[in-house]
């Protein structure tokens, strides 16, 4: 199965960044850039086989706290991008915190510990529990 990543950022160089290290992290990986966060982006988190998103650029609203809260009842893999004293969305859900200016090794990394945690086989459960 292909691995999907979305970028979410209104700037389409930090977008083009991420992109390329992503494709060249995990070969093959399918990439779509949403610069905003709207009904589209929604679609694209409920319909396809989200791996990770990259959230970066959005200040703290309704929209951006709705994405964080539906990627966390997915269980999809977020990292969200910024400096220390900007405003980003910072409240719930899970996610990982990448400082920017980012390196190519710190995503490349993330990227790594996503794709061997989706990898990973489900133990069965103990039939004792069951």
Known sequence: MTAVFLILDPDPY?????????????????????????RHTMTIVDEMSVVGVFLSGFAEDEASRAIVARLSQRGVALARIGTTGERRVTSGGPGA???????????ANLLRQWTRDRDRPVAPPDPGLV
Not at 24 to 38: F, K, L, R, S
């Open 14 to 38: 930090v977008a083009e960044d991420l992109s390329e290290i992503v494709r060249e992290t995990v070969p093959g990986a399918q990439v779509i850039h949403a610069p905003e966060i709207d």
């Open 97 to 107: 915190c990448v400082q920017a200016p980012f390196t190519g090794e710190a995503v």
